[in-house]
């Protein structure tokens, strides 16, 4: 594991810089890819491969894989998705969804993801982000929360993809895994996610005010204006996008190319 370890390490300091990250967020159910609203009502939209491979192609600055019923069913698919993905694609990739163990995410990382995103395990046995982060580093440890808003200014953690009620509230269980030794936060709408009718900008400003680590906003984005709304405004550091690339709202270069224009660094193709 340290040649895995090593190559993580390195592949998160080139990319991980000031410039915002255009993320790809891949939805899985068995071997497909599929979105839904709110985490409900899953549409089969095809092979996840081919949609990785396409973001990756076409510019794309990281790879999200979320097994979205893994927790329900206590397992997780994606390793055969990452041996396949890797193969040619060569940008980082995390990965999560049903990561109950240390075994489990030497699986992933086995497979091909640099970084971990764990929700479920996490809050059931928050130890488990020190063991990841003490064995992988801390910057293969994601932590995924989902949250839900229950009043002004607050927010509660669910789990089990947005199923089960925990009584968390999002800004102190984030501080407390953050202290565990996360190294990045994957904050993800229940309320917004596959609406497309913008992200709960509150919601990750809040997060962005008690989070010193890098923070990856997603659910809710539906046009470029949430894009950049998201950034300037809610301050994310990467922005995880879902629907508008599936159903080809807009490429990851009329993306980039906003951005640029609004003064938003972000990377240039030739990077790649």
């Not at 895995?4 to 993320?23: D, E, Q, W």
């Not at 491979?53 to 600055?61: M, R, S, T």
């Not at 010193?212 to 405004?233: F, K, R, V, W």
Request: glycine share 8%.
């Amino acid at each position: 594991m340290k040649i895995i370890n090593g190559f993580c390490a390195v592949l998160l300091n080139k990319y991980m810089s000031s410039n915002i990250r255009l993320i790809s967020r891949l939805d899985i159910k068995g071997p497909n890819l599929i979105k839904g609203v709110h985490f409900e009502g899953l549409r089969v939209l095809g092979d996840p491969n081919d949609y990785a491979k396409k973001y990756y192609i076409d510019g794309i600055d990281e790879i999200l894989y979320i097994d979205s019923v893994a927790s329900l069913y206590g397992r997780n698919n994606l390793s055969d998705i990452l041996i396949k993905t890797v193969s040619d694609t060569f940008v980082p990739i995390t990965a999560g969804g049903g990561l109950r163990n240390i075994e489990d995410v030497t699986l992933i990382l086995r497979s091909g993801a640099d970084k971990v995103a764990i929700n479920t395990a996490a809050v059931k046995k928050p130890a488990l982000i020190s063991e990841v982060a003490n064995k992988f580093g801390s910057q293969c440890m994601v932590i995924s929360i989902q949250a839900k808003k229950i009043s002004n200014n607050k927010w509660e953690v669910y789990t089990e993809n947005g199923r089960e009620k925990t009584g968390n509230c999002v800004m102190e269980w984030l501080t407390k895994a953050i202290k565990l030794g996360a190294g990045e936060v994957l904050i993800t709408s229940i309320d917004k996610d596959g609406t497309k009718n913008g992200c709960d900008k509150e919601l990750v400003k809040a997060v962005s005010q008690v989070s010193p680590i890098p923070i990856i906003a997603s659910g809710g984005i539906g046009n470029l204006n949430d894009i950049e709304e998201i950034i300037q405004y809610s301050k994310a550091d990467a922005v995880a996008m879902g629907s508008i690339l599936h159903y080809k709202d807009y490429t990851i270069n009329e993306i980039r190319n906003f951005l640029s224009k609004k003064d938003i660094n972000v990377r240039t193709y030739e990077n790649y």
